[in-house]
């Protein structure tokens, strides 16, 4: 998939006003309608400047854009990095591209087919709803925590331009909570009209990358070295969990990829996920002539060919 520059498309600068974006789409669009243009290609440009208008016109779809694109070039392979959109606060519950609208592969890797970026609901009485995707470290799902977060809400200033507006937030982590499920912080949405209430902030929970642990629903995952000589004679070693070290009990003849199951010892909740514990080989460097030595005595002593199913295939 390649990185499509929108500001490009429109032939607009990254400066450009919200009115300077809507001027350039407008001619555009006109010179490009399918009704009206005789160009082989005056369809495909219609469907592209729309969608470009779509992403640019928004404060907040243009504000992440910009975000996550400030990386990229026109044309270069692209993948968005993983909880680009992570911290941003947006307005509305709706969709990215919705039913009937066919936009892009790039748009949808970016703004998804229910992304909640940029479409407003209808303006109610009460405030709108907003929502948020936020950070936390996978301790905090297992003890539960209080935390402070920033919140990003791009908005439009006096010129035009997008802004990014800031605040910040303590927020009750509690324990057990998983990956793509939602703290509501009630009344800290939109505030309403006329002393109606204020919407809701919706807060969707991702995990921070940890160096050790991989996360899957409430599973918890850990690859876990041993020497040739625990994984072929067992041993019993010391493992890390994200709850503190245990001993574990390697049984003889393990091989790399072989899991060993912690029952209960993922995610806390009424049914806790488990950690499973991924065995892998790490072979002692040889440093100097005795290590070398005992590298050649085993290959002496076993006859082992690593590459055996391999024979005959072509």
């Known amino acids: 998939?390649?990185?499509?520059?929108?500001?490009?498309?429109?032939?607009?600068?990254?400066?450009?006003?919200?009115?300077?974006?809507?001027?350039?789409?407008?001619?555009?669009?006109?010179?490009?309608?399918?009704?009206?243009?005789?160009?082989?290609?005056?369809?495909?440009?219609f469907k592209e400047l729309g969608e470009a208008y779509a992403v640019l016109k928004d404060p907040?779809?243009?504000?992440?854009?910009?975000?996550?694109?400030?990386?990229?070039?026109?044309?270069?392979?692209?993948?968005?990095?993983?909880?680009w959109n992570a911290g941003f606060e947006y307005s509305g519950s709706g969709a990215g591209a919705g039913p009937g609208e066919d936009y892009s592969d790039f748009f949808e890797s970016l703004?998804?087919?229910?992304?909640?970026?940029?479409?407003?609901?209808?303006?109610?009485?009460?405030?709108?709803?907003?929502?948020?995707?936020?950070?936390?470290?996978?301790?905090?799902?297992?003890?539960?925590a209080q935390r402070s977060m920033s919140l990003r809400m791009p908005t439009l200033d006096a010129q035009g331009h997008t802004t990014l507006q800031e605040r910040r937030l303590d927020v009750s982590i509690p324990k057990g909570i998983r990956a793509g499920q939602h703290l509501r912080l009630a009344g800290q949405g939109a505030p309403g009209q006329g002393g109606a209430p204020a919407g809701d902030l919706f807060l969707e929970i991702a995990f921070n990358?940890?160096?050790?642990?991989?996360?899957?629903?409430?599973?918890?995952?850990?690859?876990?070295p041993l020497a040739p000589w625990e994984a072929a004679l067992g041993a019993v070693v010391t493992a890390p969990t994200p709850t503190g070290a245990v001993q574990l009990t390697i049984p003889a003849g393990s091989v790399a990829g072989r899991q060993l199951r912690l029952k209960g010892r993922g995610i806390p909740g009424k049914t806790p996920g488990d950690l499973f514990?991924?065995?892998?080989?790490?072979?002692?460097?040889?440093?100097n002539e005795s290590a070398r030595d005992a590298y050649r005595a085993m290959a002496k002593a076993f006859d082992f060919n690593p590459r055996a199913q391999m024979d005959g295939v072509s």
Do not use: C
């Open 277 to 287: 514990v991924v065995l892998k080989i790490a072979l002692p460097p040889a440093v």
């Open 209 to 224: 990358p940890h160096s050790l642990f991989r996360v899957d629903g409430g599973d918890v995952f850990l690859d876990l």
């Open 111 to 144: 703004f998804g087919r229910q992304s909640g970026f940029g479409r407003h609901s209808p303006r109610q009485e009460q405030g709108q709803d907003h929502h948020a995707k936020v950070l936390i470290d996978l301790v905090d799902a297992y003890h539960g």
């Open 1 to 45: 998939m390649k990185f499509v520059d929108y500001y490009e498309v429109l032939g607009v600068p990254r400066t450009a006003t919200q009115d300077d974006i809507k001027h350039a789409y407008r001619k555009l669009a006109r010179k490009y309608h399918p009704d009206v243009s005789k160009l082989s290609d005056a369809e495909a440009r």
């Open 60 to 83: 907040e779809k243009r504000t992440a854009y910009d975000q996550v694109g400030s990386q990229w070039n026109s044309g270069q392979d692209f993948q968005p990095p993983p909880d």
